[in-house]
């Protein structure tokens, strides 16, 4: 079988379909990407609920300024989301996420008696995925690669077999960090300076468009960058060639197993 991070001559130019076989066409790796978007980052829906525990927390806390309140409701509605998911046998991995990030921003607060520090959490979580995303671009290996491509079905293959789609995963991941970074830059003066509903209504307000412009800047550099390489797609035709083979040669030695001649001979 072949490897799935397999070296090839360093060229920006797209690998033709004889050089590759799985590599798809253009409109069939476009509508792949747009796919593999939408199932990476939850699309609508993953939106909504990530949202959704925030805003409610940032409403009640307005309303009556009770940090138990605000973190218990937060709370619940994060289970409920997981539990409709559940209900509907679909993947709960984004409501999931969305749990535990409220979790922590709820056992935070109620730790330090701060109703701002429900935010503490997401907002480090935040800095800490812009930084990875940023050095991991610098070692050579975009994050948003190592993200999305077990979602293309091409594994590690982009990074040598496939350059020029490697500049897009690096594009995309400095794109990712620097729009994190600056979505940080906004919200950590907050922390300090603004109160609680202030911080909190910002950032409910940061939450979808930094993501959706990051987003769209992926597709970007994607829908430009070379077709992915389906490795799997490469590995069953390997294995399949690999059985005709060895059919062919059995065929020819009159279906004995090849080096059956030998051993009868020897």
Not at 72 to 98: E, N, P, Q, Y
Not at 138 to 165: D, Q
Not at 234 to 257: D, H, I, N, T, V
């Amino acid at each position: 079988m072949t490897s799935l991070d397999k070296p090839t001559e360093d060229t920006d130019q797209p690998p033709s379909d004889a050089a590759e076989p799985g590599a798809l066409s253009p409109d069939a790796a476009r509508a792949v990407t747009e796919a593999a978007l939408f199932e990476a980052f939850g699309g609508v829906r993953g939106m909504v609920e990530t949202v959704v525990p925030g805003l409610l927390f940032v409403t009640i806390f307005t309303i009556n300024k009770n940090l138990h309140v605000s973190a218990i409701a937060a709370l619940v509605v994060s289970l409920v989301l997981v539990v409709v998911r559940l209900a509907m046998k679909d993947t709960v991995k984004h409501a999931f996420s969305g749990v535990f990030g409220v979790a922590f921003g709820v056992v935070f607060a109620m730790f330090t008696g701060n109703a701002k520090d429900f935010y503490l959490p997401g907002m480090i979580y935040t800095l800490g995925l812009a930084v990875a995303y940023i050095v991991t671009t610098l070692a050579g290996v975009p994050l948003i690669g190592l993200i999305l491509g077990p979602v293309f079905k091409e594994n590690l293959s982009w990074r040598t077999r496939n350059p020029g789609r490697k500049k897009a995963y690096a594009k995309a991941s400095w794109a990712w960090g620097l729009i994190l970074l600056a979505k940080c830059a906004i919200l950590f003066p907050l922390y300090w300076w603004a109160n609680t509903a202030q911080l909190g209504w910002v950032l409910v307000a940061l939450k979808i468009p930094p993501f959706l412009l990051a987003v769209w800047l992926t597709w970007v550099f994607l829908a430009k960058a070379p077709a992915p390489i389906d490795v799997f797609a490469e590995m069953e035709a390997e294995e399949k060639a690999e059985k005709e083979r060895e059919a062919a040669l059995a065929a020819e030695s009159g279906g004995e197993p090849t080096g059956g001649r030998h051993r009868r001979g020897a």
